[in-house]
């Protein structure tokens, strides 16, 4: 599953074909057919800017050799083949429960504590999913919403119709971020950088959701999770479990590797495209990516490591 590691990707790869892989998988993949039997696991999709390394001079950092390019090439057609064929149904009944049908789960990589931060679909969408994550979050007592996926607009049109999600925004502890699916757009970063500062001027339990939950969400997570110390291989298995929530997929078959080698490329460009090693580097590539691409101040970073321990 990690074989990504080891291999030193490129911010122009991972950023051409993450938009087209997005598009394509929330595109026209629904379906009210019965999925195969569950798997072990869960996921999603993500792309990020890379933040490099100060030790590695820029030029070297972003030299792709040929023996990548092709890699990359290949990688890129296995996705686009398996996007095809993934179905999700609508009905809840195809779910073993309705946090799995929801995608609603909690963020726990490394010192997240329990009950802090969750995860989920969007909980005011006009579909089937979003009364199930609503009331899941209404059970877990969110405090925070942190809406990546709607302009104010949107979600003030959308949390008409759900009281539960309007009282956030009557009580200004909501943001709407409108952030698109280009991982290097200034506006992108400048949404994260918003949403980071949120959540350390709000109190939790937070909420952070897109629309489905996979891939704008899936990102924040796995940068959460990497700032509280989790290792890459925690990350990865929480970030695949979307796709085992929606998709039902099973780390036994081919198409969870293709998948699942995504989200370490990911973090192995925080990186600066070294391996990642242990838990330290993964945390010192999300600091610098934060520090450096986000722009958060010292004070900034320290006091969301400490959010992200527990500590008010």
């Known amino acids: ?30 379906s009210d057919t019965p999925p195969a039997p569950a798997g072990n696991s869960i996921t999603e999709s993500a792309a990020l800017p890379a933040g490099l390394d100060p030790e590695i001079p820029a030029a070297e950092s972003l030299t792709v050799s040929s023996e990548h390019r092709a890699w990359a090439a290949e990688h890129r057609r296995e996705r686009e083949r398996e996007i095809g064929k993934l179905q999700k149904s609508n009905r809840r009944s195809n779910y073993s429960g309705d946090a799995v049908f929801a995608n609603f789960r909690e963020i726990r990589g490394g010192t997240i504590p329990a009950a802090a931060v ?12 979003a009364p199930y994550a609503a009331r899941l979050a209404e059970q877990a007592r969110i405090a925070a919403v942190i809406n990546l996926s709607d302009t104010r607009e949107e979600l003030e049109a959308k949390a008409a119709f759900i009281p539960w999600y309007q009282k956030f925004i009557t009580k200004n502890s909501i943001i709407p971020l409108g952030m698109g699916l280009d991982y290097t757009d200034p506006e992108f970063k400048a949404g994260l950088r918003a949403g980071l500062q949120f959540m350390l001027n709000h109190r939790g339990p937070y909420l952070i959701h897109c629309n489905d ?34 998709y039902h997929l099973s780390q036994e078959e081919e198409r969870y590797r293709i998948f699942s080698t995504f989200i370490t490329d990911v973090l192995t460009e925080l990186n600066g495209g070294k391996p990642l090693a242990d838990r330290s580097n993964v945390k010192e590539a999300a600091e610098r990516y934060l520090t450096n691409e986000i ?7 320290d006091g969301l490591k400490q959010r992200l321990s527990g500590i008010e």
Do not use: Q, W
């Open 295 to 301: 722009g958060l101040t010292g004070a900034e970073l």
């Open 118 to 129: 969750y995860r989920s679909c969007h909980p005011a969408a006009a579909d089937a999913r």
């Open 213 to 246: 939950g996979t891939d704008r969400t899936g990102f924040v997570a796995a940068l959460l999770e990497a700032l509280a110390g989790a290792g890459a291989d925690e990350i990865a298995d929480d970030y695949m479990r979307s796709y085992v929530n929606y």
């Open 1 to 30: 599953m990690m074989t990504g590691i080891r291999r030193r990707g490129t911010l122009k790869l991972l950023s051409r074909y993450a938009v087209v892989l997005l598009l394509s998988l929330f595109g026209g993949c629904v």
